[in-house]
């Protein structure tokens, strides 16, 4: 916005909680006693109808049974057996220094660790879900597709589908290359031997031959999987999946989305853009955290959430995924349960405005574990707005303890109110130790976020996107100008702080370094002037104030406020009355069309992002091990934001000034 904006220069159901586990007699007796308690409601029950005939080919039960009895003991390293393609001459096509072309026979199955792009040169292959032949949904043949598969997660199974199918895999660009700027993003991909050259991607047939000794674990697709992705595809309706944490409901719901998309053939035929409600603030599929967002999916979703951490803003006619509306989450969730029923409502709509001027756009929505363990009553209050046609429910079925029975059964209730059909099917316990932590790896796909560069969408293949390769230090902020002066207009309204109550005094202070997500409004209640809000005495910054009803800041009406996009306050300029502000090049362009008066910044909502704080100090242990001969400690020194442990000895302690500063051990 020109002379406004600049650049500047450098649960709750209370059945039985004892948590003991029951045997199988026993829980299914305290299923039956549950029905029995319920007047005139019938009890929908997948099993009462028998199964039709999978048109996919048949899962390898074997891995399945393998599956349960290693997940005993996570911590015991083992051999676990990736797929059963093998090495031999009749099975490899071509093989160069970029290219592998190899045939695959039905039901046979390639493991490959790394990013490749990939094409079916004969028959059809299965992946992720999707079904891909040589011809795509879009009539195009031999399509090009990308595919990351880090050793952070299941290593994903290719197979063939077709009695001889051709598939040629080729290297490409590295996503995320931030190695050098943090260690959680270290031997992710292909681990090459000393002195090769080799592809971006490797073939893996057992976990022992991985040359970097890491936890490699395989993907497991259960029977019961894929009949409940079959009934969830057979037509266009709501399906929504719910359990407990970390039991693999964003992977269901990600092969549910690539089935819709690829279809099977004349059985189930492709839809050309899928509906993806993500509900879970701390784990987002398309966006970064600390938000929920509706998102029209038309590529398929073959790469972790930090090798796409967002969807990208495109011009209106780029055939890409698309979020349509987004509401930041607070962190803490208690005190504001009422005001995320009200953010999911409005998705909602949006979607039944969206479906009603498109046909057969089906939608998948996936819960966050919170709500199904400890919001219960949320839940159920969700499923009688949304009333989905399917509800998927994970479990670990071998053990059931009478709370996770009492939930089951009020699902169940709640479904038959409104016909909906209860998929009871299996959860994905970890077979191991995972690479990165739930929490590690949220951090991954926030610090991609923002070093998002450039995203590229060509006919032949999916978003291609780029990262800048420096720390967040090196890269120009955005000035906002928080209160008017003789130079420059006030540029938004002011902060809302999600949170416990802030202190005017210390909302700099708490300000300093988060994660803030710009927000949108649509009508002008926001502030009338919006520069009467109140202001901190000393550094004049614009805040709402907390509600004398709840102590806490009221949040923005869902209906009449949109998500823009999230940012990192890079710091405050008192004396010029400014807010420095990060955004990744990607998203810039947004700035520009933000109407000051309707524009609000949200704190609340993410963890500080500690990863920010340690990316010069990576990039120099980096450069240290190349070569370097300036001291350890003058270089540290030269870092705002960071210093060693031992430094803390130095700083002296009580009645002693220390400025303060992130630590590294």
């Known amino acids: ?26 829980a299914a007796r305290l299923k039956t006693e549950a029905a029995a308690k319920v007047v005139n409601t019938p009890e929908t029950k997948q099993d009462q109808v028998p199964a039709p005939a999978s048109p996919l080919p048949e899962s390898k039960e074997e891995d399945y049974r393998d599956f349960s009895a290693e997940v005993e003991d996570a911590s015991v390293k083992r051999n676990f057996k990736l797929c059963n393609w093998r090495n031999e001459p009749k099975n490899i096509l071509s093989d160069t220094d970029s290219e592998l072309a190899i045939n695959l026979n039905k039901h046979a199955t390639i493991a490959l660790v790394g990013y490749f792009d990939f094409k079916v040169l004969r028959g059809a292959i299965n992946i992720n879900g999707a079904n891909i032949g040589t011809v795509g949904r879009d009539g195009q043949k ?24 051709h598939v040629l895999f080729k290297t490409c660009k590295a996503p995320t290359p931030l190695a050098h700027m943090s260690r959680l993003f270290a031997n992710l991909w292909n681990a090459k031997s000393d002195g090769e050259e080799s592809r971006s991607f490797c073939v893996v047939t057992d976990s022992d031959a991985d040359l970097l000794s890491r936890p490699l674990r395989p993907e497991v697709t259960p029977e019961d999987w894929l009949r409940a992705i ?22 269901f719901a990600r092969r549910v989305v690539n089935r819709s998309l690829t279809g099977l053939g004349k059985n189930a035929p492709a839809v050309p853009a899928v509906c993806y409600m993500d509900l879970d603030p701390r784990k987002q599929e398309y966006a970064p955290g600390g938000q929920i967002s509706l998102v029209v999916v038309r590529d398929l979703n073959l790469s972790p959430s930090f090798a796409q951490p967002s969807t990208t803003p495109t011009s209106g006619d780029t055939k890409g995924n698309e979020i349509i509306r987004a509401h930041p989450i607070p962190v803490n969730f208690a005190n504001y349960a009422d005001h995320y029923q009200s953010c999911v409502e409005d998705l909602f709509l949006a979607y039944k405005n969206i479906s009603s001027r498109y046909s057969s756009l089906p939608l998948v929505i996936d819960t966050p574990g919170f709500l199904y363990t400890s919001n219960f009553d949320t839940l159920n209050k969700l499923l009688m707005r949304l009333k989905p046609h399917n509800i998927v429910h994970l479990e670990d079925t071998q053990v059931i303890d009478t709370e996770t029975a ?35 790896l949220n951090a991954m796909q926030m610090q991609s976020y923002f070093h998002l560069k450039s995203s590229i969408t060509s006919p032949s293949q999916s978003q291609t996107l780029a990262w800048i390769l420096e720390p967040l230090s090196h890269l120009i902020p955005w000035e906002f100008c928080y209160e008017e002066t003789d130079e420059r207009t006030q540029d938004f309204a002011g902060f809302a702080m999600y949170t416990e109550p802030v202190e005017p005094a210390a909302l700099m202070h708490a300000l300093n370094g988060s994660i803030v997500q710009i927000i949108q409004s649509t009508s002008s209640v926001v502030s009338n002037p919006y520069t009467s809000l109140s202001r901190t005495g000393k550094h004049r910054i614009p805040y709402f104030p907390k509600s004398e009803r709840t102590g806490m800041v009221e949040p923005l009406d869902a209906r009449t406020t949109r998500l823009v996009c999230t940012a990192m306050i890079r710091g405050f300029d008192p004396e010029r009355r400014v807010v420095e502000v990060l955004v990744p090049k990607t998203h810039e362009p947004l700035l520009y069309s933000l109407a000051p008066e309707r524009t609000v910044f949200v704190g609340g909502c993410c963890d500080m992002p500690e990863w920010a704080f340690l990316e010069d100090v990576y990039v120099r242990e980096v450069g240290e091990e190349i070569v370097d001969a300036t001291p350890v400690r003058e270089k540290h020194d030269e870092v705002v934001w960071v210093e060693r442990e031992d430094a803390i000895d130095e700083m002296g302690y009580l009645n002693t000034v220390r400025r303060v500063r992130k630590f590294q051990t």
Request: glycine content about 6%; some cysteine.
């Open 1 to 26: 916005m020109p002379g406004k904006r600049r650049r500047v220069d450098d649960a709750n159901t209370s059945a039985v909680a004892n948590g003991k586990p029951l045997t199988a007699i026993a």
């Open 230 to 251: 079959e009934d969830c595809t057979s037509s266009s309706s709501i399906t929504l999946v719910t359990g407990s944490s970390s039991l693999g409901k964003s992977t």
């Open 142 to 165: 031999n399509r090009t597709y990308r595919a990351c598969v880090p050793a952070t997660h299941p290593i994903s199974k290719i197979r063939g589908l077709d009695g001889t199918n």
């Open 406 to 440: 009492a939930r089951l059964h009020l699902l169940r209730v709640t479904a038959s109110q409104y016909r909906s059909t209860v998929l009871e099917i299996t959860a994905q316990q970890p077979q191991s130790i995972p690479m990165r932590t739930e929490t590690e």
